[in-house]
Each structure stands twice: as structure tokens, then as C-alpha cells.
């Protein structure tokens, strides 16, 4: 989950949209801008994307044996809720130095199991993005999108990822059948690659995700009653 080239592709899409006819742009701009419930509801499993001085959510649940079954050969399993789950993906954003400097512009991030999927999604503040880190391109992309529609920075943006993850060599992968969430409006990658013109490989590749070291070589992930569970072997 790359917070700034989804922050990109989220804009590119509100231009898109905003430039059809009127009666069609309001109607896309409002499901496009919708915040989910969980960004204003009290209670809610979420987490400020800069995860601090909170330590490393595996290093921590092995050190304390909470909710981790050994196995022969070193092997382990580490169940996850989805509070932990969303902890997990904020400590791998965080530890991405490419993306951790756009992280003074999120306000939370929240994941949710459904069944074998995993939905996660951040609001950002668009305005607040420094946009002299980026790239031309994307910079450029930007500029464009607070021309086209001022009201844009002014408004918290939610940008979300739901797909069916595995782990590979220590990285949460996600495959093509991964959806992009733009408020309520619902993207495949398909769709993102002909409204950006990117590659969809390269889109799958940015939203993969490095998991955070915790000595051990994480090699599977299943959802077993509403939990994630890592598999692995300790070093």
C-alpha cells in the first residue's frame, strides 16, 4: 500500500470524473470524497499511520508468547486481530522511507478481515502532501487536480485496498483480482492502469508491501475465524 502513488492515482481519478457532464461529476465527486464509518465513528480499529516509539508488533507477540503456537523445526504461527492487522501495515508503511515523509498528511488507517480478504484504507489531507518530494509526473498530476477542482484541498481523501494477500519473501503480495477504493467508488486495477495509463504490473507492485523484521522468514498467511495467522520459521 504506497501512500503516495495511491494519493496520485486517487486525484487522477477525481480529474477523470470532474470532467464529464455536471449532473454526472457531482454525483462521482460526492462518492469519491465519502469518508467510511469507521474515520468518524468512536471506538473504531484504527491507528495513526506514524506508529512511533510502539516497537514492532511481531518482535513484541513473540517476546510475550500472546498468541503465537510453535511448531516443530522452528515453525510458528502468529495470530493477528484486526487491530493488530491494521498495526502491522502502518509499521510497514512507516519503515518505507519513500513513503514514510508523506505520512505527516494521513490521519489513520484502519483493516478489516472478510473472510479471505483484507480491506485497508487511509485518509489523507491532500492539501498537506509536500509535493516537492514527488516526481515530476506526479507533481505534475497533483497541480492539475487542485486547478481542476480547487475544493479538492480542502477535504479528507480516503484511498483504500481490498484483495486476497499472500506472503512472499517477506512481503505481503496482493494479485489482480485487488481492488481500489476512492471513498465509495470501486476500481479494479484494470480500470486504475486505463485511467492513469500505468502499467498494471507496476501498479500491483507498488502496492505490495514490505512486513516489518521481526527475526523470523514469514512464508504464508491465512484467515482462520475473523483472524489473519502468519506463518513462518524463526531465525
Not at 89 to 110: M, N, W
Not at 192 to 206: C, I, K, N, S, Y
Amino acid at each position: 500500500m504506497r501512500t503516495k502513488q495511491a494519493v496520485v492515482l486517487a486525484l487522477s481519478l477525481v480529474v477523470g470524473l470532474s470532467a464529464g457532464a455536471a449532473a454526472a461529476a457531482a454525483f462521482y465527486w460526492h462518492r469519491a470524497t465519502a469518508l467510511p464509518t469507521w474515520y468518524s465513528t468512536s471506538g473504531a480499529e484504527t491507528v495513526a499511520v506514524d506508529v512511533g516509539s510502539s516497537g514492532n508488533l511481531l518482535q513484541n507477540k513473540l517476546a510475550s508468547g500472546q498468541g503465537v503456537r510453535y511448531g516443530s523445526d522452528n515453525r510458528v504461527e502468529i495470530s493477528l486481530t484486526e487491530a493488530e492487522l491494521t498495526r502491522l501495515l502502518a509499521e510497514g508503511i512507516a519503515q518505507t522511507p519513500r513513503v514514510a515523509q508523506f505520512l505527516p498528511a494521513a490521519d489513520s488507517l484502519s483493516a478489516t478481515i472478510r473472510g479471505d480478504r483484507v480491506a485497508g484504507g487511509i485518509v489523507v489531507n491532500p492539501a498537506e502532501l509536500p509535493t516537492q518530494a514527488l516526481p515530476a509526473q506526479a507533481r505534475q498530476a497533483l497541480d492539475t487536480a487542485f486547478s481542476t477542482v480547487p475544493m479538492l484541498g480542502d477535504r479528507p481523501l480516503y484511498i483504500g485496498i481490498e484483495g486476497s494477500p499472500r506472503v512472499t519473501n517477506g512481503r505481503l503480495v496482493l494479485g489482480n483480482d485487488t481492488r481500489v477504493q476512492i471513498g465509495r467508488v470501486n476500481l479494479s486495477i484494470a480500470d486504475v492502469a486505463r485511467l492513469t495509463g500505468l502499467d498494471p504490473a507496476q501498479l500491483t507492485e507498488q502496492i505490495n508491501l514490505a512486513l516489518p523484521q521481526a527475526g523470523l522468514t514469514l512464508d504464508g498467511l491465512e484467515f482462520v475465524n475473523g483472524e489473519a495467522v502468519l506463518r513462518g520459521v524463526t531465525q
